[in-house]
């Protein structure tokens, strides 16, 4: 079975500072990786996927991620973080049998000024 | 237009109550999900029909009953609330193949009292 870790719960950094946001995931096969973003109160946006390829691949609102399978990992980046990026980020992994979605327990990222 | 809308977005209801949530997509899709996000912000997935038909049911409740009158909808009905049923559910939808893109609903909040 498959599962994702994501191993910050919460994460601050200041306002036009870098981010990295961790993801390991654990699959037999090639995984499907997504990055979803949930502001409070609202639904799951998707950011971004992999899906087979270039193992950098961009997303909306200026992030990235980078595939490396070595290491069984899905990290998000970007290189500017402003303050309504202020959220909660859930990586998660896609599985063959019915498209299904395996969840990461979310990190929350707050932004100072 | 909204793909994917959920009905109520909130509700709050007491124990021993029986309540249903609606979903509709309007993407055309032929996959549609039920997930749970709990006061940790944990999300799991609780059912996926495919076309109608049932595909996924994880261990969930018999309280809990998905019904899909057509592709474009899939409702959850609640039997006898309990505590802990308050959470956030989430309805979803995709075309069913692995690595598609998964859209999700805002979420209805359930506050059982």
């Known amino acids: 079975a498959q599962s994702v870790t994501q191993p910050d719960i919460h994460i601050t950094v200041s306002e036009g500072a870098s981010l990295e946001l961790r993801c390991n995931y654990s699959y037999g096969a090639t995984p499907y990786l997504f990055w979803y973003v949930q502001s409070p109160g609202q639904g799951l946006q998707l950011l971004l996927k992999y899906f087979s390829g270039d193992t950098l691949v961009q997303g909306i609102k200026g992030f990235e991620a980078e595939f490396k399978r070595s290491q069984s990992s899905f990290n998000l980046r970007k290189p500017s973080v402003h303050w309504s990026d202020a959220a909660e980020y859930f990586c998660?992994?896609?599985?063959?049998?019915?498209?299904?979605?395996?969840f990461g327990g979310g990190t929350r990222l707050m932004v100072k000024p | 237009d909204t793909a994917v809308s959920q009905t109520p977005k909130y509700l709050v209801t007491q124990m021993g109550n029986d309540k249903s949530i609606k979903c509709e997509q309007n993407l055309g899709h032929d996959t549609m999900y039920w997930y749970k996000q709990d006061s940790k912000k944990f999300l799991k997935i609780m059912f996926s029909?495919?076309?109608?038909?049932?595909?996924i049911n994880e261990t969930v409740p018999n309280r809990f009953s998905p019904k899909s009158p057509d592709k474009a909808h899939l409702n959850l009905h609640i039997n006898s609330l309990e505590l802990g049923d308050s959470a956030v559910y989430f309805c979803?939808?995709?075309?069913?193949?692995?690595?598609?893109?998964?859209?999700f609903g805002e979420g209805s909040w359930l506050t059982v009292v």
């Open positions: 029909y495919n076309n109608k038909e049932l595909i």
């Open positions: 998660a992994v896609g599985a063959d049998a019915g498209n299904m979605l395996t």
């Open positions: 979803a939808s995709t075309q069913g193949r692995a690595g598609n893109t998964i859209y």
